[in-house]
């Protein structure tokens, strides 16, 4: 499974660096950028010292420190020192029918009060008349009733006009026309991916083993970068796209278009 240490090596050997050489470029000790990039975290003093470590080494490295921070973090054996802190206790609350219990409980308090009251007042022979009368009871809420509203035929949005159009197939029904770029990602490794969808600003996210990610484009769907071309698989309209590459193998300026559907 491709991690940020991988990445790291990868980004390295491209430029042709040793660890010597990324030592004099980032002022880092090359055991710590060994550590670094085999993920050996126990090497390095804390996880405040690997936080920016990994931050000034990618960044030489022309990568993006807080993805490659972002996968550390994702890391199930990494631990943030935050986490370190004596657990919150809890505050004590009272249950909640002890407040409509006491206010029962004054309610027949006054009730009585009024009675005895009134008993102790009366003149002999004259009946006792209270004054106190309980409130309805609330009536069950009416469920609303649902207007019959048509369900809407299927229809696709023109991008040009921002009008909606049907075309009826041999059975008589509507399907949706639609002339766009769909392409699922299947991700069965993590791996960050930064891509560009018609040509808009680009777009950065780390994927984790088992998620599926799916893209809609009119013209153009551009991967700038894909840290581990093994770890996804991607479907275009339907039709299976050819591997990116290996396991951990990082591949740059991928365009999928109009024209990769004919190749399919």
């Given at each position: 499974?491709?991690?940020?240490?991988?990445?790291?090596?990868?980004?390295?050997?491209?430029?042709?660096?040793t660890?010597?050489?990324?030592?004099?470029?980032?002022?880092?000790?090359?055991?710590?950028?060994?550590?670094?990039?085999?993920?050996?975290?126990?090497?390095?003093?804390?996880?405040?010292?690997?936080?920016?470590?990994?931050?000034?080494?990618?960044?030489?490295?022309?990568?993006?420190?807080?993805?490659?921070?972002?996968?550390?973090?994702?890391?199930p054996?990494?631990?943030?020192?935050?986490?370190?802190?004596?657990?919150?206790?809890?505050?004590?609350?009272r249950?909640?029918?002890?407040?409509?219990?006491?206010?029962?409980?004054?309610?027949?308090?006054?009730?009585?009060?009024?009675?005895?009251?009134?008993?102790?007042?009366?003149?002999?022979?004259?009946?006792?008349?209270?004054?106190?009368?309980?409130?309805?009871?609330?009536?069950?809420?009416?469920?609303?009733?649902?207007?019959?509203?048509?369900?809407?035929?299927?229809?696709?949005?023109?991008?040009?006009?921002?009008?909606s159009?049907?075309?009826?197939?041999?059975?008589?029904?509507?399907?949706?026309?639609?002339?766009?770029?769909?392409?699922?990602?299947?991700?069965?490794?993590?791996?960050?991916?930064?891509?560009?969808?018609?040509?808009?600003?680009?777009?950065?996210?780390?994927f984790?083993?088992?998620?599926?990610?799916?893209?809609?484009?009119?013209?153009?769907?551009?991967?700038?970068?894909?840290?581990?071309?093994?770890?996804?698989?991607?479907?275009?309209?339907?039709?299976?796209?050819?591997?990116?590459?290996?396991?951990?193998?990082?591949?740059?300026?991928?365009?999928?278009?109009?024209?990769?559907?004919?190749?399919?």
């Open positions: 499974m491709a991690g940020e240490g991988q990445i790291l090596r990868a980004a390295r050997e491209e430029k042709g660096w660890l010597m050489d990324a030592e004099e470029v980032t002022k880092i000790r090359t055991r710590y950028l060994q550590a670094l990039e085999e993920e050996d975290y126990v090497v390095l003093p804390g996880t405040a010292y690997v936080k920016g470590f990994l931050r000034t080494y990618a960044k030489q490295l022309g990568l993006n420190s807080e993805v490659v921070v972002g996968l550390y973090k994702a890391n054996g990494s631990m943030d020192e935050s986490v370190l802190q004596a657990p919150l206790t809890p505050l004590k609350t249950p909640f029918w002890l407040r409509p219990a006491i206010a029962l409980l004054m309610s027949a308090l006054a009730i009585a009060l009024v009675i005895g009251i009134s008993h102790f007042t009366q003149k002999p022979g004259e009946t006792v008349r209270s004054e106190y009368s309980p409130p309805p009871m609330p009536e069950a809420p009416k469920e609303p009733q649902q207007a019959n509203i048509p369900a809407p035929s299927p229809s696709t949005l023109d991008p040009a006009t921002g009008s159009s049907t075309v009826a197939n041999g059975n008589g029904t509507s399907t949706v026309s639609s002339d766009v770029l769909t392409a699922k990602l299947v991700f069965t490794e993590k791996c960050w991916v930064s891509l560009r969808v018609d040509g808009q600003a680009p777009l950065e996210q780390n984790l083993a088992g998620t599926t990610k799916e893209i809609t484009a009119h013209q153009k769907i551009e991967f700038l970068v894909v840290g581990n071309a093994g770890g996804v698989s991607i479907t275009l309209n339907g039709k299976p796209y050819p591997s990116l590459g290996a396991s951990g193998q990082v591949k740059n300026n991928i365009v999928l278009d109009k024209e990769s559907l004919k190749t399919l």
